[in-house]
């Protein structure tokens, strides 16, 4: 509301995109969000968003600022989870967990107090401290039966971490659990139940395909077996009709001589006649001398 007319909608527009692409191509959503920066940087969203879209192309440092700045001009502290993710991908775990003990914290609702817990244990994780990222998940919300959007990822990190520090039952019973919650498959809560089962899946398309190429193969060497045994019985054929024709022609051949043996004298070309006469005109017979 505080731009132009004009100047809003072309914002509202890149926003718009980087809402659509943020999921589907980051690097394309990136690129939105730094249009409506250049546009108008002094509007607390269009900061938001650049620094989602900062974050989801793992660009943490560029992300962190944008999310300083939205929470300067704000006054909230919605994004303070987020902010002490990016201190996490930035390689500070131990800024995360300072963050996670801020009065701040006590400021969010609850999906953001959850948030800040997968944030806190996922530090401890980056640490090396397996238990203690368990520790850190144990909460009413993970104990609850009730599910919100934010359950099938609490269960999840919490089974992840559990299987990290080496417990592989209680593991296997939370994915299961975080399947049951996952209604909008958030997370591959199935995939880590079969891995943990032993099961693997496999791909009958891609068998498929694997086995045509070589099912065509074999067809065509059959089809070139064919063409060879026909060709071969061609070339036989061949050969005997050659045969033939050659022991008719030595036949022919034969004829004619005994022929001219009893027949007509053979022709004598003299030296008046010029045999080379008719390259002058090439359908014109070189003159005989029949005389004698």
């Known amino acids: 509301m505080s731009l132009p007319k004009t100047l809003a909608e072309d914002v509202?527009?890149?926003?718009?995109?980087?809402?659509?692409?943020?999921?589907?191509?980051?690097?394309?959503?990136?690129?939105?969000s730094r249009v409506a920066l250049r546009l108008a940087s002094r509007v607390a969203a269009v900061r938001e968003a650049a620094g989602f879209a900062s974050y989801a192309t793992e660009r943490y440092a560029e992300a962190l600022?944008?999310?300083r700045a939205c929470?300067?001009?704000?006054?909230?502290?919605?994004?303070?989870?987020?902010?002490?993710?990016?201190?996490?991908?930035?390689?500070?775990?131990e800024r995360a967990l300072e963050?996670?003990?801020?009065?701040?914290?006590?400021?969010?609702?609850?999906?953001?107090?959850?948030?800040?817990?997968l944030v806190?244990?996922?530090?401890?994780?980056?640490?090396?401290?397996?238990?203690?990222?368990?520790?850190?998940?144990?909460?009413?919300?993970?104990a609850s039966n009730a599910v919100h959007p934010w359950t099938a990822?609490?269960?999840?990190a919490y089974a992840d971490a559990l299987l990290a520090a080496g417990r592989e039952d209680e593991a296997r019973e939370w994915f299961a659990k975080s399947l049951?919650?996952?209604?909008?498959?958030?997370?591959?809560?199935?995939?880590?139940?079969?891995?943990?089962?032993?099961?693997?899946?496999?791909d009958a398309l891609d068998d498929a395909d694997d086995?045509?190429?070589?099912?065509?193969?074999?067809?065509?060497?059959?089809?070139?077996?064919?063409?060879?045994?026909?060709?071969?019985?061609?070339?036989?054929?061949?050969?005997?009709?050659?045969?033939?024709e050659g022991e008719a022609g030595d036949d022919e051949g034969r004829k004619d001589r005994e022929a001219g043996d009893a027949g007509e004298p053979d022709v004598d070309l003299t030296d008046e006649a010029d045999p080379t006469a008719f390259l002058d005109d090439p359908f014109k017979e070189p003159s005989k001398n029949t005389e004698g």
């Open 12 to 32: 509202a527009r890149n926003l718009v995109m980087v809402a659509r692409l943020l999921d589907e191509d980051a690097d394309l959503a990136y690129g939105y």
């Open 65 to 67: 600022a944008e999310f």
């Open 71 to 93: 929470r300067r001009m704000t006054g909230t502290v919605d994004l303070w989870p987020v902010m002490a993710d990016c201190e996490r991908g930035m390689g500070r775990p």
């Open 99 to 117: 963050m996670a003990g801020a009065s701040e914290v006590h400021k969010l609702d609850r999906a953001g107090q959850v948030e800040m817990r």
């Open 120 to 142: 806190a244990a996922g530090a401890r994780r980056d640490m090396g401290q397996n238990d203690a990222a368990v520790v850190t998940l144990q909460s009413p919300e993970l």
């Open 153 to 156: 990822r609490l269960r999840y």
């Open 180 to 202: 049951e919650a996952d209604q909008s498959g958030s997370t591959d809560a199935s995939d880590r139940l079969a891995q943990l089962d032993g099961v693997a899946f496999v």
């Open 211 to 244: 086995e045509q190429p070589a099912a065509v193969e074999a067809a065509a060497e059959d089809r070139d077996g064919v063409a060879d045994g026909v060709d071969g019985g061609n070339a036989a054929e061949d050969e005997v009709t050659e045969a033939a």
